[in-house]
């Protein structure tokens, strides 16, 4: 893009995990600058996240996600120097000072000249600011009447996937459509996605970590990849539990469950020649993965062939198991370092790199998609 664009995302207590994460590590990979802000709170302090989930009944279920890390101080920013705003859901707005102190900011803030983007629940701030009035605009199903209220044309969606936009409006159903959400985003902002149309394969297990899937997942579809997961013994449509893993104070991270991520294709019979790069995320599946001979072999076919692999965390377990490591410089979570080193790879610190983040950069450059050019 032509300069580096500024986007604000507006944090609460309870947004939903990956309504905020996915967004701004999506953002900041392709290259814009990125402010997480919360009222009432500074930069390096948390917004702690809700993971919500339609586990069959007849609403949403909620746990408890990551803890959010705000890298900006809210009394401290100036609106006007933003070229967007994104509002994610979940339960922030239930939070009165916040919300109050957030309906205030908003309506008067200059940034309103600017694009919104914002998602499921995100939309009551944008109604309490009287920013939907005569406005096209969709949200996840309960919040419709409180539109219809605020003077907003309420457009049904079709799915949970849904996204519409109206001027410098972009609104959406959940956190299922940000492939959309964030695609209509970054265009608005200038952005023309170059490199377009790659194949790549999500190598998938019970139990990885939350944020190491979905966040490249999605971030490669809003860049219009066509993005496949698979897992061995499961089939298109099945699902594969997450894990939530985060630092809160004891001697290793803690693990809570977190959402269920929906496969995309078959691990048997899969043509793994057909796809450009191979992602894999970290978590407690690799340990088991690497057990494997036919995710062993997949690996192997991807490495041969010198297509771009992005592992993450305790993913290099597997390509340690591998045998592909040998020569390369290679990092990971920590504990992984004895499996790299046996693997014969020269170990880099971690603490050389920013994680998920450049994994992404560098994926981005191996296909030729890093360049949003306006």
Same mark, same amino acid.
């Given at each position: 893009m032509?300069?580096?664009?500024r ?28 402010d997480?802000?919360? %009222? ?9 996240t809700?993971?919500?989930? !339609? ?5 949403? !279920?909620? !746990? ?15 609106a006007?120097?933003?070229? *967007? ?15 109050i ?35 096209? +605009? ?6 419709? &009447? ?6 907003a044309?309420?457009?049904? %969606? ?72 698979? +897992? ?8 594969? &539990? ?14 809570? %469950? ?15 020649? !057909? ?10 599946? %690799? ?18 062939? *010198? ?15 591998? *045998?592909?490591?040998? *020569?390369?410089k +290679?990092?990971?979570?920590?504990a ?31 296909l ?7």
């Amino acid at each position: 893009m032509a300069g580096q664009k500024r986007v604000l995302l507006l944090c609460g207590d309870y947004v939903e995990d990956y309504e905020v994460m996915v967004p701004f590590q999506a953002l900041l990979a392709y290259g814009l600058s990125v402010d997480a802000v919360c %009222p009432g709170k500074k930069a390096g302090e948390i917004c702690r996240t809700a993971i919500h989930d !339609s586990l069959g009944h007849q609403t949403y !279920s909620e !746990s408890r996600g990551h803890n959010f890390v705000l890298n900006a101080t809210f009394d401290e920013i100036d609106a006007t120097k933003y070229d *967007g705003l994104v509002i994610p859901g979940g339960r922030a707005r239930i939070s009165c000072n916040e919300r109050i102190r957030s309906r205030i900011w908003l309506r008067n803030s200059n940034i309103c000249k600017s694009q919104f983007a914002s998602i499921c629940h995100g939309q009551l701030i944008l109604a309490a600011a009287d920013s939907v009035k005569g406005r096209k +605009c969709t949200a996840y199903p309960a919040v419709k &009447p409180a539109l219809i209220a605020a003077g907003a044309h309420w457009v049904e %969606p079709e799915t949970m996937a849904f996204c519409t936009s109206d001027g410098n409006l972009i609104t959406g159903a959940t956190y299922d459509g940000h492939p959309e959400f964030i695609r209509l985003f970054i265009k608005a902002l200038g952005a023309k996605i170059s490199g377009s149309g790659k194949r790549i394969l999500f190598l998938c297990g019970d139990y990885m970590e939350d944020y190491e899937v979905m966040v490249p997942f999605q971030s490669l579809q809003a860049l219009e990849c066509h993005v496949d997961a698979i +897992c061995p013994g499961k089939k298109a449509g099945d699902t594969c &539990p997450t894990a939530v893993h985060d630092f809160e104070g004891d001697q290793t991270y803690s693990e809570k %469950p977190g959402h269920n991520f929906t496969l995309t294709a078959n691990f048997e019979g899969l043509d793994a020649s !057909s796809y450009d790069g191979l992602v894999i995320p970290g978590g407690r599946a %690799p340990e088991y993965l690497a057990l494997n001979d036919e995710v062993i072999q997949l690996v192997k076919e991807f490495m041969e062939s *010198g297509k771009p692999v992005a592992s993450i965390c305790h993913g290099q377990q597997i390509l340690s198991a591998a *045998g592909v490591l040998k *020569g390369k410089k +290679c990092t990971a979570y920590p504990a992984v370092k004895l499996n790299v080193v046996l693997a014969g790879a020269t170990w880099l610190e971690p603490n050389q790199f920013t994680g998920a983040l450049l994994m992404g950069i560098w994926l981005l450059e191996q296909l030729g998609l890093a360049t949003l050019n306006s």
